[in-house]
């Protein structure tokens, strides 16, 4: 449906309805966010032995987020004196609108896809990479030293895991023999769930996303304990919640990467299933990498700067690397794919 | 500018205006001490001593009839001690007889506390006077054992505390003794024998475990002496076991000494026991003969050491802190202080390697700084005090011996004023540098009500 | 050539990992600690000035005010003194409350640091497990003292409550519990790879050190000191009781959590047998008299807190309020030590070395 209006002519009326797709879009999006922020709140109560949000919205506690992302877009604008102005109030911009942009390239069943890319993996990490820049911005237009070294911290953390991010995911590429996010898919139909054939370009890619999302325990450019809270320590109300969007979009974009390079996207696990349509399929893929996520932020302490961006380099680079080799010997003496 | 000018000003003023009432209040002081000092006998230390026995004296006579009973026990006993001690020393026996008689008299005379006073006074010199000449530290022993005595009986609750001191030199006699003499041995467990009938009740559970620890270094003779009196206080049944359980646990059984430990703690016997026992230990507690405080010793060494290597004249005074579970005491002289810490650090017998405590006081009459030291070494405490001048508190720092020093001097220099030369960051560390006053010194007044 | 120039970093007054109103200025050259200046005071409430003005039994609850943390620890060594002075016998019933507090208090003490100094790592689960068998103590407490945190619960000669009924069974109940509990800790935090690398190997000094900074508590102990008040000067009754006094050779901040946790066991352990021997009756107060009045002199005693050792000094010149009150607080001695520590570490290390000296502010500002 996408595809046929990308292809059709310019003119008000598409633009009218692009306009309000991706409005829609957005409004998912930020349903998303809304509950994804609740169900990580609710599954950490769970593991925590506490009940998490129960007030408002009935005993789930369904209307907490709504209430607070209110409370945030009512709040005060601040921005302080000694802050640079333009800077401080572009930088949130900046951060969040990649977020919403890799969306776009990623296929959550056959059809329901907002722009098939032949480039689609590129793309994603490329446009992802954007959003340190508005992190840097925030970092020094605060005017603030704890922001600054925060800044410092998320900007390295970012070059760094960015690398084998990218290096594991080669070798994906290499016996799908596409970067189109589509065609990946695909080829899991033939060969089975790349999470089989790429367990190690998994594992690493697993690590560099928790770290590229800032998560625990990579969240040193927020570590509340050393450095208040980071980059954003100046920022609050709506520009304070564009930051705090924009991590959780990206959380629902690299999830849903995830589940599309290793888990067979829309694909049912067996052909028997394949009555149960894909967009199920992917919201329950999508569902545990999430869940797997919050997991983590309930049982990791932090890294250490220095020992971050040594396993970055040191570790998760090398066996990236190694991996794409094994691939290809793979690739090249299996003759499967 | 002016501003600061004008703070200068008030700040001026608010130190003028606090001196003033300082003096005032000081020469007050300084009349009531001056009475006070009148009094005092040129030595100081046993005139304090001698103050503090006649008033306790005062109370327990105030306490009548038990307490009249004890020290006829007292008598008793310490005339059958010191007959069986006579071969050992002669002089000291009569010495002892002689003052439990007239300390019998000086409480028979019951509500003359004047006199009873007097008389304590008397017989604290006499007897530090009779036994000055035949030995020095047996002299001290009857001077603290009587002291000790006009507490117990003031107090018939402390009983278990007077046990304790008493077993304390029991121990000592026994690890003193025994290589010299074997009958004097026998002394001690006579000794044991009767305090272990003396004090039937089931609170003594902890204090016999305690004799008993100490005991197993003493070897065959403590364990004798402990399972003797096990089987002395066989009445209260729960004190029994504790005992007993005491005396195993000496020589190494845990479990069952534990065991036993639980079945004592439960016997329910324990209120009504120590009821009852509370007035039988009363009138035979005091029997004991008291001792010196066992740090005494240490704290002949640390002197002996200090004057040998520091000279004569590097101490005030020195004294066994009886408030203050026997710590021993240095008075240092102020410009001594700083090398006698020194010493005490680096001396090979001493070895002050931790400091546990610093901080001034002020007692309006001069500053003190008071320092707790603990040697690791040795495992034994020592207290370093020096008086400073009130109108110039200055003194030394230690903080170059014990880095641990660094911040109490701090907290004594902002809150009293105490100026610690040779500090390596002497500052205001609680108050902050713009503090008007020294709060902790007696006349200090706020600069600011309102805070 | 790259201009660069040292950064000044205030921490605190309000800082998360500084657990108080505590202040350090922090010498920055990058991310490394170049100097760190502490600053304290936030919380000097004065209560030794207080105290001067106030009759003993009055004194205490400003005794909880200091470790709030574990307060009972304090309440003991302010009675303990006045006792030690006056030389009052304590009912046996009262010194096993007192003991069964203290333990009890102490392990509270030390679930909270453990449950911070992990949140200080960013994680956040075990500070709720630690809260929930903090809680439990709490309640335990709450329902000897009628109080939560502050307890106001010794008195000179006793204790002001006696356990209520059935009180000693949940205490009994609580002991096999928390065992349980500890074991589930060390799954989750002593053997995570991360923790071990931001703890091992970090702040460490040696045995010289600590007793030349006057360190106390696990912070001595972690250097293989094997020193315990309760066990080598014993007071209370603590000599009746079967423990050991952990240590650990390492000096560094996993040796005292370590320690700690070991602690707590010791804590348990202790507090099993004072179950088992608690008498069943008894007075809980001695004898004293209404207005407690210390002989004319001074005493220094000093006992194992949670934190180290607490000292209590008085001056008594007869009267019924002491005429020099002075604490010696443990944390306040044991900070100093963190500028030397400090120095050349990365400032991720500096929460991981402050956590682990383990300090409360209302203990270091008195």
């Given at each position: 449906m996408v595809q046929d209006l990308l292809h059709s002519s310019p003119g008000l009326l598409n633009f009218g309805i692009f306009f309000l797709m991706a409005l829609t879009f957005l409004f998912v999006i930020l349903g998303f966010v809304t509950y994804a922020i609740l169900a990580e709140r609710k599954v950490l109560g769970f593991m925590q032995g506490r009940i998490g949000?129960?007030?408002?919205?009935?005993r789930w506690g369904l209307l907490q987020t709504v209430a607070d992302v209110l409370k945030l877009l009512v709040k005060e604008d601040l921005i302080p004196k000694a802050a640079d102005r333009p800077m401080f109030i572009i930088a949130p911009v900046i951060a969040f609108a990649p977020s919403f942009m890799?969306?776009?390239?990623?296929?959550?069943?056959?059809?329901?896809?907002?722009a098939d890319l032949n480039v689609g993996l590129l793309y994603y990490l490329a446009i992802s990479g954007i959003t340190v820049i508005g992190t840097l911005m925030a970092a020094w237009a605060s005017n603030n030293k704890y922001s600054l070294l925060g800044g410092m911290r998320a900007t390295a953390q970012m070059v760094s895991y960015e690398i084998p991010l990218v290096m594991s995911g080669l070798g994906i590429v290499l016996l799908?023999?596409?970067?189109?996010l589509n065609d990946i898919v695909a080829a899991q139909e033939a060969s089975g769930w790349y999470i089989l054939w790429q367990p190690i370009a998994f594992v690493v890619f697993f690590i560099a996303a928790m770290a590229e999302l800032y998560?625990?325990?990579?969240?040193?450019?927020?570590?509340e304990n050393e450095?208040?809270?980071?980059?954003?320590?100046e920022y609050s109300g709506f520009r304070w919640a564009m930051f705090m969007l924009a991590e959780y979009v990206y959380m629902f974009a690299m999830a849903s990467l995830m589940t599309v390079l290793f888990?067979?996207?829309?694909?049912?696990?067996?052909?028997?299933?394949?009555?149960?349509?894909g967009a199920v399929w992917f919201g329950l893929k999508f569902a545990v990498v999430t869940y797997i996520l919050y997991w983590f932020r309930a049982t990791f302490p932090r890294m250490r700067p220095d020992q971050l961006m040594e396993f970055a380099w040191k570790v998760l680079l090398p066996v990236a690397l190694a991996n794409i080799f094994l691939t290809a010997l793979l690739k090249e003496l299996l003759n499967i794919f | 500018m002016s501003g600061d000018k004008d703070l200068e000003r008030l700040k001026k003023e608010a130190v003028a205006k606090a001196k003033a009432e300082a003096a005032a209040k000081r020469k007050a002081k300084e009349l009531a001490a001056q009475g006070a000092s009148e009094e005092a006998p040129a030595d100081k230390s046993s005139g304090d001593t001698a103050d503090d026995l006649a008033k306790k004296k005062a109370e327990a006579v105030a306490k009548a009839k038990a307490a009249a009973a004890a020290k006829r026990k007292a008598k008793e006993l310490a005339a059958q001690g010191a007959n069986e001690e006579a071969p050992a020393d002669e002089s000291s026996g009569d010495t002892a007889d002689d003052l439990a008689k007239k300390k019998a008299e000086a409480v028979a005379k019951a509500k003359a506390a004047a006199a009873a006073k007097r008389k304590a006074k008397e017989l604290a010199e006499q007897g530090a006077s009779e036994e000055a000449p035949a030995d020095e530290s047996s002299g001290d022993t009857v001077d603290d054992l009587a002291k000790k005595k006009a507490a117990a009986v003031a107090k018939a609750k402390a009983a278990a505390a007077a046990k304790r001191k008493a077993k304390e030199l029991a121990e000592q006699g026994a690890s003193e003794e025994a290589p010299a003499d074997e009958s004097s041995g026998d002394t001690v467990d006579e000794l044991a024998k009767k305090k272990a009938a003396a004090v039937?009740?089931?609170?003594?559970a902890a204090a016999a475990k305690r004799k008993a620890m100490g005991q197993a270094e003493g070897g065959d003779e403590g364990d004798d002496l402990a399972k003797k009196k096990a089987a002395a206080v066989a009445k209260a049944k729960a004190a029994a076991a504790a005992k007993k359980k005491a005396a195993e646990g000496g020589s190494g059984s845990g479990d069952d000494a534990k065991a036993k430990a639980i079945a004592a703690a439960k016997a329910k016997a324990a209120a009504a026991a120590r009821a009852k026992a509370g007035k039988g230990a009363a009138t035979e507690e005091p029997t004991e003969p008291k001792q010196p405080s066992p740090n005494q010793k240490y704290l002949d060494k640390y002197v002996e050491i200090i004057k040998k290597h520091?000279?004569?004249?590097?101490?005030?005074d020195s004294y066994i802190?009886?408030?203050?579970?026997d710590v021993p005491t240095l008075v240092a002289k102020r410009e001594a202080y700083y090398k006698i810490a020194e010493f005490l650090k680096f001396n090979e017998s001493l070895?002050?390697?931790?400091?546990s405590e610093i901080h001034g006081s002020d007692f309006e009459t001069h500053m003190e700084v008071y320092a707790h030291l603990y040697s690791y070494k040795n495992k034994q405490s020592v207290a370093l005090k020096v008086k400073l001048?009130?109108?110039?508190?200055e003194i030394e720092s230690v903080a170059r011996l014990w880095a641990g020093a660094d911040w109490p001097e701090c907290e004594a220099y902002d809150l009293l004023g105490i100026r610690f030369t040779g500090h390596p960051n002497l500052r205001?560390?609680?108050?902050?540098?713009?503090?008007?006053?020294?709060?902790?010194?007696?006349d200090y007044e706020p600069y600011d009500v309102e805070v | 050539m790259i201009r660069t120039e040292e950064v000044l970093l205030n921490?605190?007054?309000?800082?998360?990992?500084?657990?108080?109103?505590f202040r350090l200025v922090l010498t920055l050259d990058g991310e490394v600690i170049t100097n760190a200046e502490p600053v304290i005071g936030?919380?000097?409430?004065g209560t030794e000035k207080i105290a001067e003005n106030l009759q003993f039994t009055q004194i205490i609850p400003y005794t909880d005010r200091m470790d709030y943390v574990s307060a009972m620890t304090n309440n003991y060594v302010l009675v303990h003194a006045v006792e030690t002075m006056m030389g009052i016998e304590i009912p046996e019933r009262a010194e096993y409350l007192r003991v069964l507090a203290m333990e009890l208090n102490r392990v509270a003490s030390h679930l909270l640091w453990w449950g911070t100094y992990i949140l200080d790592f960013g994680a956040t689960s075990p500070l709720l497990y630690a809260f929930r068998e903090r809680e439990m103590i709490l309640n335990l407490l709450n329902e000897l003292s009628?109080?939560?945190?502050?307890?106001?619960?010794?008195?000179?000669?006793?204790?002001k409550w006696d356990a209520p009924e059935g009180w000693l069974e949940k205490v009994r109940d609580f002991v096999p519990y928390m065992r349980k509990m500890l074991d589930g800790y060390h799954q989750l935090v002593s053997g995570n790879e991360i923790f071990l690398s931001r703890t091992k190997n970090v702040g460490t000094y040696t045995k010289e050190d600590a007793l030349n900074y006057s360190l106390s508590g696990v912070n001595l102990r972690s250097?293989?000191?094997?020193?315990?008040l309760r066990k080598d000067?014993?007071?209370?009754?603590?000599?009746?009781f079967d423990f050991d006094v952990v240590t650990r050779d390492g000096g560094d901040a996993f040796a005292r959590y370590e320690c700690r946790l070991a602690e707590i066991e010791e804590s348990l352990k202790i507090i099993e047998q004072a179950v088992e021997q608690?008498?069943?009756?008894?007075?809980?107060?001695?004898?004293?008299?209404k207005i407690i009045k210390p002989p004319k002199g001074e005493a220094f005693v000093r006992i194992e807190g949670s934190r180290g050792e607490i000292g209590c000094y008085i001056a008594s010149d007869?009267?019924?309020?002491?005429?020099r009150l002075k604490f010696r607080r443990p944390s306040f001695y044991n900070l100093q030590i963190l500028p030397k520590l400090l120095?050349?570490?990365?400032?991720?290390?500096l929460i991981s070395i402050l956590g682990a000296i383990d300090i409360v502010l209302g203990e270091v500002d008195g």
């Open positions: 949000p129960n007030h408002l919205g009935g890799v969306v776009a390239t990623i296929p959550f069943t056959d059809k329901l896809q907002f799908t023999g596409s970067m189109n998560r625990v325990p990579f969240d040193l450019a927020e570590a450095l208040v809270a980071g980059f954003h320590t888990f067979g996207g829309w694909l049912p696990p067996f052909e028997f299933l394949s009555f149960i349509p | 039937a009740k089931a609170k003594a520091l000279g004569e004249e590097v101490l005030e802190n009886n408030l203050s579970k070895g002050f390697d931790y400091l001048d009130r109108e110039q508190p205001r560390i609680m108050l902050g540098e713009e503090w008007i006053g020294y709060p902790l010194r007696k | 921490v605190g007054p309000q800082h998360p990992s500084t657990h108080g109103v936030y919380l000097h409430r009628g109080a939560r945190l502050t307890f106001n619960y010794m008195r000179v000669g006793g204790v250097t293989g000191v094997k020193w315990d000067e014993p007071y209370s009754i603590y000599d009746r608690f008498p069943e009756e008894g007075p809980i107060m001695a004898k004293v008299p007869g009267k019924k309020e002491p005429y120095k050349g570490q990365n400032i991720s290390n």
